[in-house]
């Protein structure tokens, strides 16, 4: 048995397709277990880059299983339109299963995902309007429209009058807008359930029979640890578990079948939206950071939030996920700076504190402590060995390692497959 999940530590944008699209050369299956298409992942295979948003990295590898799990929520035509554009550039697409247990977003989740952010004001979330947050919480509300229902028309049919009754006289008399023509979305959706039927699947059958095969899955969670419903830097998370214990729910897996975690850490820190960033620069190095690394999202295009790399918070991710190894990424976007600071731990009112702070009040007081480090100022990208990375490179990230408690399991030095280094089998 071999089954490994990936996740990232920060808050999002660590690299993690990069990582999983590596790994998936030696997985048998690949997995998505959550989120939407508010996630998004670059990949670079023989200098040809592929943005991925709900398909799994697993993808652009042929003979592999790729799963989108039961915790994912589908934007049907979103997913139609990444399968087209992947056999387009000539992906073998017949690999893919769709969980027939995922919830489908529709279109009112997008037009309510819109007008409730607009009408929160200086309270905004940050979100992608995407509609993920209102598909989830019809998920939790127990009134959500499941892939499965798409086989059953009528079963489908019933469940859209019901909602669009709800929902248009929500978008009506709270939001003053239009709400949905009931046959105009049926028509769409059941066109959406023909050309997805090929694809659809019990997806938990299937990964368990291949665990019990000893066959080696992969686990790829979107977002991270501190987007985390229960554990991100509420209310400025998403609204699903991107953490190792997500994949057990998210794929329909038990706990026990996991054998190893994997968690990705950005050699600096990046944030999309809203919410506390400690260790945020507004400076000359940020921009730098932001530039070197183009951090504009991959999603939204939104230019990124940097700053200081945060060992507090990859430590916190390393217990609430029990990772095994970090793999580093973009340690290149660091090649050229004199010096680099790592935050250690955080100060509140004085005191040195240890646990990473539930309230946002708090978390927005603290200051971080950080160590500085010399800079290597020479290139890495070309680098293929961890013993010939600079020395004040490996401080850096041995340092890190200290920090945070977690082993070091990949570095990567850029965006291509060749430009990994391996320094622990991660299966």
Known sequence: MSATVVIGTQWGDEGKGKIVDYLAEKADVVVRYQGGNNAGHTVVVDG??????????????????????????VDPQVMLQEIKAMQKKGIDTSGLRLSNRAHLIMPYHRLLDEVEEESRGDHKIGTTKRGIGPCYMDKNARCGIRVCDLLEPEEFSEKLAR????????????????????????KEYLEYAQQLRPYIADTSAILNDNIKAGKKVLFEGAQATLLDL??????????????????????????????????????????VGEGPFPTELHDEVGNHIREEGHEYGTTTGRPRRCGWLDGCIVRYAGYVSGIDYMAITRLDILDKLPKIKLCVAYKYNGQIINEYPASLNVMSKVEP???????????TTHIRAYQDLPLNARR????????????????SVGPGREQTIILADMF
Not at 55 to 66: A, E, N, Q, R
């Open 396 to 411: 850096y990230i041995e340092r890190l390692s200290e920090v945070s408690g977690i082993a070091i399991g990949m570095v």
């Open 230 to 271: 229960d554990h991100g830097t509420y209310p400025y998370v998403t609204s699903s578990h991107p953490i190792a214990g997500g994949a057990c729910i998210g794929a329909g897996i038990g706990p026990t079948k996991i054998s190893k975690v994997v968690g990705v850490v950005k050699a600096y820190s990046t944030r």
């Open 48 to 73: 040809q880059e592929f943005k991925l948003h709900l398909l799994p990295s697993g993808m652009l590898y042929s003979g592999k299983i790729c799963v989108v799990g039961n915790g994912v929520v």
């Open 369 to 379: 402590v950080y160590e500085e480090l010399p800079g290597w100022q020479e290139p």
């Open 163 to 186: 909602n669009l009754e709800a929902k248009n006289h929500l978008l009506k008399a709270v939001y003053g807008v239009e709400g949905f023509d009931f046959e105009t979305v049926k």
